[in-house]
C-alpha cells in the first residue's frame, strides 16, 4: 500500500500582499511552503470527523532586521516538525523574538474546477497582518515594535479549541531567505515590515491536486 505524500497532493500558494494605510497595494510576492508532520494527523480527522481540522489562524514569527534573529529553530533543524511553540518562543533575556497570531477574517473561497480529474480544486484563506495588531495577539507582546520587528516566517493554524490558542496546531510552514548560512537563498520570501499604518495581506491558497 502506497501512502499519500502530502508535499505532492496540497501544493500550497502563498501570496504576500504590503497594502498601505489607503489599502493600495504596494508589493506583491508569491510563494510555497511546507506541510508540517502535523498535517498528516489533522487530515486523518477531518477524513474521520473525529476531531479538529479547520485552519483557524496564520503565525508570524518576527525579529530585528540586523541580527537576523527571527528564523524558526525547529526541533533537529526539521521544518516539518515545527509546532506553535517554534513560533512564539524565546530563550531568557532575549528582547527582540516572538510570535504572533491573527484569525481568519472570513470563510475561505473554494475553486471546484476540474471534477473529474481534480487538478483545479483548491481554498483560499485570508489573513491580515495588521499595523495595530493587539498585543494580547503577540508572545512575548514586549518584544514586538511595529516599526522595527521584521517577519520571518509564517504558518498555517489549526484549532483544537477555540479559546486556548495554546493547542493550536501548525500544518504548514515557511522561512525567510537566508535562514540557511551555507545556503543563503534559501527560503520562501524577504523578510519584511508591516507597512506603516497599513497592513500585510496573506493569501494563502492549498490546491488539491493528484499527480500520476
Do not use: C
Not at 486556548?164 to 501548525?170: K, T
Request: aromatic residues 10%; charged residues 20%.
Amino acid at each position: 500500500m502506497t501512502g499519500i505524500k502530502l508535499n505532492k497532493v496540497l501544493k500550497p500558494i502563498i501570496t504576500i500582499r504590503q497594502l498601505n494605510a489607503e489599502g493600495k497595494e504596494i508589493s506583491r510576492v508569491v510563494t510555497t511552503n511546507h506541510m508540517t508532520y502535523a498535517a498528516g494527523d489533522v487530515m486523518v480527522n477531518a477524513l474521520l470527523a473525529s476531531g479538529p481540522f479547520k485552519i483557524t489562524h496564520l503565525y508570524a514569527r518576527f525579529g530585528d532586521e540586523t541580527d537576523n534573529t527571527g528564523y524558526l529553530v525547529p526541533p533537529n533543524d526539521d521544518i516539518r516538525a515545527t509546532v506553535r511553540d517554534t513560533f512564539i518562543t524565546v530563550e531568557p533575556g532575549d528582547l527582540i523574538r516572538g510570535g504572533l497570531w491573527v484569525p481568519l477574517q472570513a470563510a475561505p473561497v473554494k475553486d471546484l474546477t476540474d471534477a473529474n480529474k481534480y487538478s483545479g480544486n483548491q481554498a483560499t484563506f485570508f489573513f491580515r497582518l495588521p499595523y495595530n495588531i493587539s498585543t494580547a495577539q503577540i508572545s512575548p507582546s514586549s518584544n514586538f515594535n511595529v516599526a522595527t520587528s521584521f517577519i520571518y516566517a509564517l504558518g498555517l493554524a489549526v484549532a483544537v479549541t477555540s479559546a486556548d490558542r495554546s493547542q493550536d496546531r501548525i500544518v504548514s510552514v515557511l522561512q525567510a531567505t537566508g535562514f540557511d548560512d551555507e545556503n543563503p537563498d534559501e527560503g520562501d520570501f524577504g523578510k519584511f515590515l508591516i507597512p506603516s499604518g497599513g497592513q500585510s495581506a496573506i493569501d494563502y491558497t492549498l490546491p488539491f491536486q493528484f499527480e500520476p
